[in-house]
């Protein structure tokens, strides 16, 4: 049976949506990672320097395999003379970096925006992965790796982004619940929520703002990629000039995407699965795509936010396991 699709699953072309997934691992090498998914695939590797393979042939796309370590991958593409001091010494602080990466520093799988009916082979890959020898997130204390998901808007109008933001937003702490999110990444500040202040501008029944408003509300509250849901990259592809007088951070790559970022990476354990996370994902969609629905949660939780009785001693979790959920 494969994934569900959700309630909009064509682009405003009519063709499906695409998907990106992104999935942080250690205890396979560079080429061990690249070569099982090439094999399944029936792609070809090529390297990009030391710590990147470059996985070509999808009609998708290329598929990446790095080590997440930017200063190692710009060295990596490095060619050095060997026969100087200077080489030697390139070749020793790379060595010294390397040796502290393999501990710290997760492998990295990055697949090309996929069709959403392919997300089957996604579980496939995760599944021989594991069989590999893989590992994830609680498989030691410092491996605060995540599995990151970038799914197609199905349009670009602004109400159609703001109802996903209200709707991400109502729903971000049952989320946070299900994703039981290790402590290794719960120290990090990769998935911090939006704020109260911005939780409460988002849950107003009147806030229905122009495109250049939301950008400029989103930045105001969120100076940084590292939310839960990161919408940088959505509003650099709408507005690059806006998002750049604000953040010019190279890291924010443009894509007409959502770039959620909450779940963990448990990819060695049996009962762990990409399904976990999209389906809670679906939730978001599907609250997104139902205006009355959307409107009564985000009245809801407007009240919840402006008791401070309610927020310290109240359960919006359970609130919205049993009001706000389709299933």
């Known amino acids: 049976m494969g994934l569900r699709l959700p309630a909009r699953a064509e682009n405003a ?22 070569e099982l998914v090439a094999d399944y695939l029936s792609l070809t590797v090529k390297p990009n320097g030391r710590y990147e393979r470059v996985l070509s042939g999808d009609p998708a796309g290329d ?10 991958k710009e060295l990596g593409r490095e060619e ?6 200077s080489g030697e010494l390139g070749d020793s602080a790379e060595e010294v970096l390397k040796w502290l990466a393999d501990s710290l520093v997760p492998m ?14 996604v579980e496939e890959i ?25 799914p197609e808007v199905p349009d670009e109008k602004t109400g159609t ?21 290790n402590l290794s990444r719960q120290v990090t500040h990769y998935i911090d929520p939006y704020p109260t202040d911005y939780r409460r501008l988002l849950a107003r029944a009147d806030y229905w703002p122009d495109q250049s408003q939301l950008i400029d509300d989103y930045l105001a509250h969120n100076p940084s990629r590292n ?27 443009s894509r007409p995407a959502f770039h959620y970022r909450l779940p963990d990476c448990e990819i060695h354990r049996p009962d762990w699965s990409l399904a976990l996370a999209w389906n809670d994902w679906l939730e978001v969609e599907a609250l997104a795509a139902d205006a009355p629905r959307l409107a009564d949660c985000c009245r809801a939780y407007h009240e919840f936010l402006a008791d401070p009785l309610d927020r310290w001693f109240g359960d919006w979790v359970q609130q919205v396991e049993d009001r706000w959920l389709l299933r």
């Open 80 to 85: 050095r003379d060997r026969g100087t001091f």
């Open 13 to 34: 072309q009519g063709e499906p949506r695409r998907i990106g997934v992104e999935l942080e691992m250690n205890g396979l090498t560079l080429d061990q990672l690249s």
């Open 227 to 253: 939310r839960a849901l990161d919408m940088l990259p959505l509003f650099a592809h709408l507005d690059e000039p806006r998002v750049r007088q604000q953040l010019d951070d190279p890291l924010i790559k």
């Open 161 to 181: 982004i703001t109802a996903y933001l209200k709707a991400f937003s109502c729903l971000y702490d049952w989320l946070y619940a299900r994703a039981d999110i």
């Open 63 to 72: 598929w990446g395999v790095e080590l997440d370590f930017r200063l190692l």
């Open 126 to 150: 995760i599944r021989r992965l594991r069989a590999a020898g893989a590992k994830g997130t609680s498989d030691r204390l410092v491996n605060a790796f995540g599995m990151q998901l970038n």
């Open 108 to 121: 990295e799988l990055v697949s090309p925006p996929l069709p959403m009916t392919r997300l089957d082979e």
